[in-house]
């Protein structure tokens, strides 16, 4: 069974950084997709970095890239998420996320088998 344990978010001011963690247990390791999602409140999830598990490539959604980046540990056990240049709209529970198996990352909440507790990151103006 798959575990997910986060880390890190917070408050901070725009323009500001922050890190999230999330440590894995029981995860497959090799194959399937590991990321981040965010929900704000009244809208839907949605993804915002995901990492290939076969070969590391990354994805970010349009809103994130170059100011977001995704990473992992060599074993694979934890993914981060290193957050800078923080604007008010990326104020939002931050979710870790694991699709075990496949070769390829879905942008889609329902296709992740695996979550994190969840982690409020709020950027103030």
């Known amino acids: 069974q798959v575990q997910l344990v986060e880390s890190g978010g917070g408050s901070v001011q725009a323009g500001g950084s922050l890190r999230l963690s999330c440590g894995v247990s029981?995860?497959?390791?090799?194959?399937?997709?590991m990321g981040w999602f965010r929900q704000a409140p009244g809208k839907e999830r949605e993804w915002v970095a995901l990492?290939?598990?076969?070969?590391?490539?990354?994805f970010y959604i349009d809103s994130v890239r170059g100011r977001f980046t995704i990473s992992r540990d060599s074993a694979k056990k934890s993914v981060y998420l290193q957050m800078d240049s923080l604007k008010p709209e990326d104020t939002a529970t931050y979710y870790c996320?694991?699709?075990?198996?496949?070769?390829?990352?879905?942008?889609?909440?329902?296709?992740?088998?695996?979550w994190g507790q969840g982690s409020q990151v709020t950027v103030s103006s």
């Open positions: 029981g995860y497959i390791t090799g194959s399937g997709c």
């Open positions: 990492i290939l598990a076969s070969d590391g490539s990354t």
């Open positions: 996320a694991v699709r075990s198996g496949g070769n390829f990352c879905p942008g889609l909440s329902s296709a992740y088998n695996s």
